[in-house]
């Protein structure tokens, strides 16, 4: 009988290995079809800092999804099915389910981040997150410090439904700049959208209002307000304006307290 050469051991040795490997792999996929799920663990992103969802409301909702999976044979758990409802929960931005070799079922949601809590012209109260999604405000949202937004302000509240319109984008664009920029973002307390459409800022100290117009040239827009707020009120302070308005990007105009609204009039139509 002929010896084997080099190469040809090798090759033995490796069909040996795989076989090996598919025996092994085998023996765990039976292993993992026939456990059973033996506790749940659910962690919420980011940790501690949760608004809308805790534990409780994630529980309730595998419950009502798939039914208690406590004690289920593993492959009568949907998982995909599990991990697709969780993510059309509105406050959820991303969830992830797995279970594993020992039977602990592990659910990782991440929350959406809010920008805005919106009253709308309807009077219905709703959390924006950064993309534009809407979170209903429910009895167990905790105090979220965002811009409120009220006024003319026509989108219907539709939890996980994306916000559109000219006003609502143009109220997005603001709360957007507003929020990434740590100086404004402690500087305003609330965005309102005027009769003319036009958003209007309130500052957390003083009495004036900042007519920001529209979401465009938004950085140049606060530039001047910046520019304007360093050498107009230094001196004046911050009672002497009534409202300041940096819609127009070659001038910003000031209304002092006491006269006559300097608002546009309402456009005619043609």
């Not at 592990?106 to 997150?129: A, H, M, S």
Request: with cysteine.
């Amino acid at each position: 009988m002929p010896s084997l050469n080099k190469r040809q051991w090798l090759v033995a040795a490796l069909l040996v290995l795989l076989v090996a490997v598919a025996i092994f792999w085998s023996s765990i996929a039976n292993t993992a079809k026939n456990r059973l799920v033996q506790s749940m663990e659910i962690t919420i992103l980011p940790e501690g800092k949760a608004i809308f969802l805790n534990k409780t409301i994630i529980a309730d909702s595998v419950q009502a999804f798939i039914g208690n999976p406590i004690g289920k044979n593993a492959n009568e758990v949907n998982i995909r099915k599990l991990e697709g409802q969780l993510n059309k929960i509105p406050a959820v931005k991303k969830a992830e389910v797995y279970l594993g070799i020992d039977g602990l079922l592990k659910i990782k949601v991440e929350e959406r981040t809010p920008i805005l809590f919106v009253q709308n012209n309807k009077g219905q109260q709703f959390y924006v997150d950064t993309n534009g999604v809407v979170i209903p405000n429910t009895p167990t949202t905790k105090f979220c410090d965002v811009l409120v937004a009220n006024g003319n302000i026509p989108v219907i509240m539709e939890g996980g439904k994306i916000v559109s319109g000219e006003i609502t984008r143009n109220v997005m664009q603001v709360a957007k700049f507003v929020s990434a920029d740590s100086v404004w973002n402690a500087q305003f307390q609330q965005l309102y959208v005027d009769n003319y459409n036009d958003v209007i800022l309130i500052p957390r100290v003083g009495r004036h209002s900042i007519v920001v117009g529209n979401g465009a040239n938004l950085p140049k827009k606060f530039e001047n307000l910046r520019l304007f707020y360093d050498q107009g009120l230094k001196s004046a302070g911050w009672d002497h304006y009534k409202s300041v308005d940096i819609s127009n990007l070659n001038q910003v105009v000031g209304q002092r307290t006491g006269q006559e609204n300097i608002h546009k009039e309402p456009k005619k139509s043609n």
